[in-house]
């Protein structure tokens, strides 16, 4: 999630802030960041069974002020787009696993 740049500043432009906004990560902000990934992990999601997963992203990302939606691709599973402000760059990933579930804890 670091890039050598964002080391060096330990800063980010803020989408939602505005134009020369800066955000920095805090420690409390990285723990977030691995307590998220843990979550994720632990949550079985194998290829058809990633409506979990949508479902915590949609809500992690929406408290956190995104426009999140949940894009319908097949019965009991979703896309999720989030977004907040016009986006300079768009992620496009995928949230479900491949057999065998190995959780993290």
Known sequence: FTTAAA???NSR???ASGAGAE????ARTKM???ELTRTLVNIESVTG???ACAA???DYLAERGFQVELLPVEPERSNVLALRGTPDVVLSTHIDTVP???PAT
């Not at 955000?23 to 805090?26: A, G, L, Q």
């Open 32 to 34: 977030e960041l691995f």
């Open 49 to 51: 069974n990633d409506k």
């Open 23 to 26: 955000w920095r990560y805090s």
């Open 56 to 58: 915590l992203l949609r």
């Open 100 to 102: 065998p579930f190995v």
């Open 7 to 9: 080391s060096r500043s």
């Open 13 to 15: 432009r803020s989408p």
